[in-house]
Structures are given as C-alpha cells and as structure tokens.
C-alpha cells in the first residue's frame, strides 16, 4: 500500500484546558499508526474499527497519566473477537492487534445492539501500568459494561470513584471508498477542588453545573468532526468550547513501533528445550510470527543448532 496523505490528521494527543470550569481535557488523532495497525488489509472492517478505537482511547487514557514504561489497555471476551489490545511506551511508541475467529465473525452468530457485545461478547476490560522489574505493577479490571468501547470506558470511570470523565471516539470505516484509516478520541476530566472544611466530596461543588453544561458540548461533537482532516484542533475546540476559552497545550507526538526483534524471538525459543522446538517444525522450518506487527521470524535446523550452540 502507498503512502496516505493525512493532512493535519497525524499521531499525535493534544493536552487543553478549559478555563472558567476548571475542566482539562485531551485531544487523540491517529492516522498512519491506524493504517499500520489496523488497516482494511489486516482485518476485516467491523474488527479494524474496534480495534482503532481501542487505540485512540488507549492513548487518550494513558496521555493522563504520569508514568515511565508501557501503559496496556485489552478488552476480552467469549465473542469471536476474544482479544482487542493495545500498549503505549511512555515515550510515544503505541502498537496493538486484535486476536478473533474469522469463522465465529462470518457466522454473525451472536446478535445484540452495539459492537461490543456482538464482537467481543459478556467480558473484562484491563487497564495496566507497567514501569519495570523495581516497581509495583498496577492493573485496574471492569466488567465490560456498554455497547460501544467509549461506553465501557464511561462505566470503569464510574464504579472506581475516579476523576469525572467523559469521552468520545470515533475510528473511520477503512472499507468504504475515498474513506481513510483514522481514529479520534476526546475526554474531558474534572479538577478536583480544594474541599473546603467538613466537606467529604470536593467534587460537591458549585462548579457541577459547569462540568454538566462543558460534558453536553463534547456530547455535540460528530465522529465526522473528529475524524476531519479540514478541521483543525484548534477550530474544533474552539468551536465546542469557546465561551469558557479554551487553553491549547503542545502536541505530544505517538507513533506506531513494534519491539518485536530477532533477538527477542531468539530468547523466547531458547526459553523451551530445543526437543519441544523441533517437533513443531513444518517442512523443515519453524515459524515464529508476532501478533503485533505479522512480521514472520523462520528458523531452518541449523538456525536451530546455532541458536541453541550459543546457551
């Protein structure tokens, strides 16, 4: 596939704040790391679609964060797409895939409103920050609640008492002709107030009205908008949120990298007794391709007898 011109529309979040409601908020747009992810030649339209809207809120979760490592988002279910994940490095690197049974999707066996149910089925949702070996690993698990992934992110921030959030996504349909792989999200947070004395909720707060009026306007905004490559952010936000001002932030770029390597293949297989490797061999060869990116790894017998010479 040739290069696509996205314009404007490249990797990127867009940290904003809006002024008089004291309501941050970030922008995500994804474009060529969509088309190297999920792309309409690596899945088929209804599972490129979750999938790129896993990765727009993935990012737009992870952008909030304070953290130095790998932040992963996965959504998993009983429904014929079982997997959909995705992981952003601390340093902007992002890459996901979707794991899913092509015939359980032809089949359409599953009926129900909303794509993730009818996709991915009754499951769990796992949020985790990872920042190495020397630190305690955080995960956070919710029951998938909703018909749209935007929908199940709502019900994790409402069962765990976090900072008020709202969000919208938005992932183009790549199949449709002249239609471009994109994906949009846009959240909004709530600053928590200084409570004042014998106040137990700061949120409590004669700013609620703000925060209600300033959640009907991101509620206004279109998935043709988000994915608009003629509409810049600084008119989109503009547009939505002008009368409280709005303070626009630099962009942090992301971009689409695998960490898969020759290397690490090498130390995966050399992790199994070399008898357990070779009766996997097809035809003389094994085969090592990742999830992620589908680049194949092959090793012949004397691959093999290198490999494992070198233990």
């Known amino acids: 596939m040739g290069v696509v011109d996205y314009g404007p529309f490249g990797d990127y979040v867009l940290p904003f ?33 979750i999938l790129a809207e896993t990765l727009a809120m993935g990012a737009v979760l992870a952008s909030g964060l304070k953290y130095d490592g790998i932040f992963t988002l996965q959504l998993q279910g009983d429904g014929p797409v079982d997997m959909v994940m995705m992981d952003l490095r601390s340093n902007g690197d992002m890459r996901g895939y979707a794991r899913f049974d092509a015939d359980r999707l032809a089949a359409g066996s599953i009926v129900a409103s909303g794509p993730v149910p009818r996709l991915i089925g009754a499951g769990q949702m796992l949020f985790t920050v990872d920042q190495g070996p020397n630190t305690e690993r955080y995960q956070g ?64 707060s004669d700013s609620d009205d703000d925060w209600r009026r300033a959640v009907a306007l991101l509620s206004s905004v279109s998935p043709a908008e988000l994915l608009s490559a003629d509409l810049d952010d600084e008119r989109l936000l503009f547009q939505l949120f002008h009368e409280d001002g709005v303070r626009i932030y630099r962009q942090r770029p992301l971009r689409h990298r695998c960490r898969c390597s ?48 070198t233990r």
């Open 17 to 49: 704040q809006i002024e008089t409601p004291g309501i941050r908020g970030r922008l995500v747009r994804l474009g060529p790391a969509v088309e190297a992810i999920a792309g309409p030649d690596r899945y088929p339209p209804a599972v490129a679609i």
């Open 141 to 204: 698990v919710t029951p998938l609640e909703g018909a749209t992934v935007g929908e199940c992110a709502h019900a994790y921030f409402h069962h765990s008492e976090q900072v008020q959030t709202a969000i919208c996504l938005a992932a183009a349909d790549a199949s449709l002709p002249q239609e471009r792989p994109r994906a949009a999200a846009l959240m909004l947070q709530r600053l928590p107030a200084a409570a004042p004395e014998g106040v137990i909720d700061p949120f409590l």
């Open 262 to 309: 020759q290397h690490q293949v090498e130390v995966t297989l050399r992790a199994f007794p070399k008898a357990e490797i070779e009766a996997l061999m097809v035809d003389g060869r094994i085969t090592v391709t990742c999830e992620f990116c589908k680049l194949t790894y092959a090793f012949d017998a004397p691959a093999l007898d290198r490999l494992y010479a």
